[in-house]
């Protein structure tokens, strides 16, 4: 493990000793590299998992999302260039330091052996991004967002410090290794309810749980463009990668406890979708996607079926690569049209062309275009949610439509239909761009060929 | 044996070449959509020699190549499935293929990206074979949404256009609620079932099949646009005329039949299927019907006798005969494909005009797309001995003789008759009497790739009825006896509307045009249909998403009951409990008070 954690660290040194022209580009070629190594964990040669130490270990769950992570730091630091190009040398310097902490955070958080110590690291990931949000975002509601966002998972966590805390006492380790063996069943009673909410809400608050997620569009609409990638891509995944950990602990009652959250979730998935049809904020409405699709996850977790952990683990992967890839493209949108209203930056299929491709390759995948691995994870979740209850394909069905429709909707307004006058002047897409776009699509496109490596420990 | 596998892949690999040939600088050539076309007519050539195979030994084959995925107890893999029905379909389609590829040449010539065009053209075919040849259902998925997305963007050519992409993003609606449909029966399958192989689905029996075949059926609407989730179909064509001709007629709507056609197996036995399957055909084919008699866009008109065509295909399969449904499909995209293509020929020597009423005595400036489009009409209405005959004659006269529901029967043949009515109504209007166009325009129909596209067509409108009819094994026994008015109902019924047509048009020709009646606006309004589900729907449901969910519940409610609810109730209870309030002035009144006070009382004490 720690072939990956201390090439991370070296990062921050290498930052602050570049030259100034070479910041962007070693950093970049280094993180690559890095995410290169991070590869070989999602050849998972035992059906176990693999041990690095007493502290780390990834298993098929966490390595896809491992590898996301750390492909990921590359592309961030390639996407925000040109929302820093304005800055002083140091604030950039500092810039990059935070997305590296970010990515070194999360990096032990996925491989954490110990459930407290997966805490501790949970909660400390708040820090680079709640600086990276409140920083660099480009609007003074950044602010408010930044307090939204720590208010909403830190009240959400504090009880599972708690819970966890019993926990330890009570079982007398956390080792996620040992504690599967160890578990008592979790019957029925207050004290259980209450302990099942303290360990779940944490991670609903962050997935986010519809009713909960008003942090999400806040925290996406202000967070620069790297902010959004890695809060979108992984940071609502650290959710859907908690809850599948955690639940080993609660069963049965999960069981029964499923069902309000179930419900609320199948809902919001609706709602959410119905939100994004009436949004004219370009990353608001990707937000709302992000919850609409982070719904699904939440019921293929609680349904805890084969094919459903199935579909969640894949749903996870997938999206964090369309999701960070859409956040990318509204960005490039901003960057030319300096506004994040989509009425203002219409009919660009006109004017650049390959730019109109990658938004049509990542509309399509956003909706679960076959055969991409969107469609695997979701065709999967849809699967188990029709065996645990025929009706919910109903609404199932109905977010299907209305995701593809917002999808295109995205699509049409930006790239279709005449384009306006205040757009003849603007930039071409530079090549950083497309080759940004490029490497969120490519593993989207290779994983479709072999969809085993992520669809987690169950498989 | 080898031959028959190694050369359908060939077939199927060949369409792929272009495609990968568009990293090259082939794409940027102006050579590029020839290549397209001949690549396509080679596949075709090639396609032939296992169709014969099949048609001498009449041999099913299954092969299953590369292992894409085994979860849990179920086995993913690329696998075709070379059976009667692809067999047939595969070289009628690279047919058709190649004559609207060659007439879109001619079409498209000044478009500037008509590379890009020619590559969509070949992508949806693409997914259209592997639709066709799937022989599970995730691989049969890939293509059904494949053709769904290449119909959107194909639709949407024209993209600076409002019309085109409204028209887009509803065809993708409508195939969306199909596809659910889809997703249920795959989702009914699999936990039923276990499985998503077609022979495996087959073999399993299973008492109460309901769900899934209402799955089915829903992915068949929406896909064949039957009568509910009918109006995307005449919306697109708001595409290019090729679009229209491809995707819009000969082959991606007939997709939803297809799959019905694929798991009747399945539906043989289920009477309240069929009956369901059999009212609905009936309904869109009559309903259709209506809407195209009094449409003045000529393209309209061909796509709503598309949709009348589609209806009774779907008839057909309710009447319990797939094979003669899909005689139906196959005949039907020769005739279809050249009826658009000689709306297109006419709208394009016109300037772009579509409205029959502005067109007239063509017959004299465009002779020979005049013999297609009557030739093709003919066929349509099913005269005998022309391609549409084999079929659609089949298909009434099965469904006289058969113990089945009279009302949809009467309906279909109502139907019949207007198809003859309306295709009157086309050649009347656009080719017949006298010039209604703008006198300068130059018309020139003489080129060679309309010309032999078209011509191509022609010839199967002709022959292929009969090619087909006479080479495939009858699967079912034909009614081999009848009475005399049951025999010759199809025909008569088709000659009435025809009689019936042209006495109206020449009656009501000079005639002044009254305010139209209530049945004239009924039919001239779809049904009405589109002004309620597209204007009520889409407004209660937007409203919806803005007003509950975003304004009130997201932006109020929650707003209101977790974080300012709490930051209000720490605030108020703050300055409750506290002494501070802020009064500095007070404060340091009270404190300079006290002091001299103080320094006073002291000072005066001693």
Redesign the interface.
């Known amino acids: 493990m720690l072939k990956i954690i201390v090439p991370t660290m070296m990062l921050i040194p290498l930052t602050w000793l570049s030259k100034p022209s070479m910041i962007w580009i070693n950093t970049t070629a280094y993180s690559m590299l890095i995410s290169l190594i991070g590869l070989t964990y999602l050849n998972q040669f035992t059906d176990n998992n693999l041990n690095f130490s007493l502290l780390f270990f990834t298993d098929s769950l966490s390595a896809p999302l491992l590898v996301l992570t750390t492909w990921l730091l590359p592309l961030m630091l390639m996407a925000s260039q040109h929302h820093l190009s304005k800055e002083t040398l140091t604030r950039k310097k500092l810039y990059i330091t935070m997305l590296v902490t970010l990515q070194l955070l999360l990096i032990m958080t996925f491989t954490a052996t110990e459930l407290i110590m997966f805490y501790i690291l949970f909660e400390a990931t708040l820090m680079p991004t709640l600086i990276i949000i409140t920083r660099w975002g480009n609007q003074t509601e950044r602010l408010n967002a930044g307090l ?1 966002f720590l ?2 998972t830190l009240v959400g966590s504090l009880p599972l410090l708690i819970a966890l805390l019993w926990l330890q006492s009570n079982l007398g380790t956390l080792n996620l290794l040992v504690i599967q063996y160890w578990t008592q069943p979790l019957l029925s009673s207050w004290s259980n309810t209450l302990l099942w909410l303290a360990c779940m809400m944490a991670f609903m608050v962050k997935m986010p749980l519809y ?2 997620h ?1 942090w999400l569009p806040k925290a996406h609409v202000e967070a620069p463009i790297a902010g959004s990638m890695v809060l979108a891509a992984v940071l609502l995944k650290l959710g859907g990668y908690g809850m599948m950990r955690i639940t080993i602990l609660l069963n049965p009652l999960t069981d029964f406890m499923a069902y309000p959250f179930m419900m609320l979730s199948l809902w919001g998935m609706i ?2 979708s ?2 994004c ?2 949004q004219t904020d370009l990353k608001s409405l990707i937000a709302y996607s992000s919850v609409s699709h982070m719904a699904l996850v939440i019921v293929a977790v609680l349904i805890q079926s ?2 459903s952990y ?1 579909g969640a683990t894949a749903l996870m992967i997938a999206h964090g690569l369309t999701s960070s890839m859409l956040f990318c493209l509204a960005n490039s949108n901003y960057e030319r049209i300096h506004s994040r209203t989509m009425i203002l930056a219409r ?1 660009l ?2 004017l650049l062309p390959l730019m109109a491709a990658w938004w ?1 390759l990542a509309s ?1 995948t956003n909706l679960a ?3 991409t691995i969107n469609l695997v994870g979701e ?2 979740v ?2 188990a949610s ?2 645990w209850s ?1 009706i919910t ?1 109903i609404l ?2 109905i977010n ?2 209305i995701t ?2 917002y999808s ?2 995205m699509l ?1 307004t930006t ?4 384009y306006t006058h205040h757009v003849k002047n603007i930039k071409p897409s530079f090549t950083r761009e497309n080759s940004l776009m490029t490497l969120h699509l490519l593993p989207l496109l290779l994983l479709s060929l ?3 490596v992520i ?1 987690g420990p169950i ?1 | 044996m080898n031959l028959f596998t190694s050369s359908i892949l060939v077939t199927l690999f060949m369409l792929t070449l272009p495609i990968m040939m568009a990293n090259t600088s082939m794409y940027i050539n102006k050579l590029y959509p020839r290549y397209v076309k001949t690549t396509i007519s080679y596949a075709f050539m090639i396609s032939l020699i296992p169709t014969m195979m099949f048609l001498h030994l009449g041999q099913d084959t299954m092969i299953s190549n590369w292992h894409w995925i085994t979860i849990q107890t179920m086995k993913l893999s690329l696998s075709f499935k070379f059976d009667y029905f692809s067999m047939i379909f595969v070289p009628v389609a690279l047919f058709v293929t190649w004559s609207i590829m060659e007439f879109s040449i001619w079409y498209m010539h000044s478009d500037p990206y008509i590379n890009r065009f020619f590559k969509y053209l070949l992508l949806f075919l693409i997914t259209m074979m592997i639709l066709v040849t799937a022989n599970n259902m995730f691989q049969l998925f890939i293509g059904w949404e494949g053709v769904g997305i290449m119909s959107f963007l194909l639709i949407g050519w024209w993209y600076g256009r409002t019309d085109a992409n409204t028209a887009a993003l509803q065809a993708i609606l409508y195939n969306r609620i199909g596809d659910v449909g889809f997703i249920m029966a795959m989702a009914w399958f699999l936990t039923n079932l276990n499985t998503w192989d077609l022979q495996q689905i087959f073999m399993t029996n299973h008492e109460n099949l309901n769900i899934p075949l209402i799955g089915l059926m829903l992915a068949a609407t929406g896909k064949s646009a039957q009568f509910g989730l009918h109006p995307w179909l005449p919306s697109a064509m708001e595409g290019p005329t090729p679009v229209s001709a491809l995707l819009h007629s000969s082959t991606m709507v007939v997709a939803g039949v297809f799959l019905l056609i694929r798991f009747h197996p399945l539906m043989e036995h289920n009477k309240t299927l069929q009956t369901i399957t059999l009212c609905l055909g009936a309904i869109t084919t009559l309903f259709t019907a209506i809407c195209a008699l009094t449409q003045n866009d000529i393209k309209k008109i061909v796509a709503f006798s598309t949709s009348s065509q589609l209806g009774l295909m779907i008839v057909t399969i309710g009447i319990n005969q797939p094979y003669l449904a899909f005689l139906h499909i196959c005949t039907h995209a020769f005739f279809k494909a050249m009826l658009f293509m000689c709306s297109g020929s006419i709208i394009h020597s016109l300037n772009d005009e579509q409205d029959i009423r502005k067109m007239g005595g063509l017959f004299k400036a465009l002779p020979f797309t005049t013999t297609s489009l009557i030739v093709g009409s003919l066929a349509l209405t099913g005269m005998p001995f022309l391609t549409g005959f084999y079929s659609k004659d089949l298909i009434i006269e099965t469904a006289n003789t058969s113990y089945t529901n009279a009302w949809a029967l009467l309906m279909t043949l109502v139907a019949t008759s207007m198809t003859a009515a309306y295709s009157t109504r086309i050649m009347f209007f656009a080719l017949l009497g006298q010039p209604r166009f703008s006198p300068i325009i130059t018309i020139n129909e003489n080129d060679p790739h309309l010309i032999n596209s078209i011509k191509r067509l022609l010839f199967g409108s002709i022959f292929a009825g009969f090619l087909i009819s006479y080479n495939i094994t009858p699967t079912t026994t034909p009614q081999m006896t009848m009475p005399h008015y049951l025999k010759m109902m199809a025909l008569i019924v088709t000659i009435l509307g025809f009689i019936l047509a042209l006495e109206l048009n020449l009656m009501m020709q000079n005639l002044k045009f009254k305010y139209p009646s209530g049945l004239f606006k009924f039919s001239n309004m779809l049904g009405y249909f589109p002004t309620i589900i597209h204007r009520l729907m889409p407004k209660t449901n937007l409203l919806m998403g803005q007003k509950s969910a975003s304004t009130l519940l997201d932006m109020t409610w929650m707003e209101k009951i977790l974080p300012k609810s709490i930051s209000h109730f720490q605030m108020k209870s703050s300055i409750a409990v506290s002494n501070q309030k802020g009064l500095i002035k007070l404060y340091f009144m009270s404190f300079m008070l006290t002091l001299t006070l103080s320094l006073l009382t002291l000072s005066f004490h001693g």
């Open positions: 939204y208010f909403y009713g909960l008003l709602m959410t119905s939100i049809l009436r084969p094919w199935m009919g299929q006109t049509l399509l275009l076959p055969p065709l999967f849809v699967m029709f065996s025929n394909i199932m069905g299907i439509t593809a429709l295109l909707y049409i790239q279709r239909g005449k072999n969809p085993k669809l498989y």
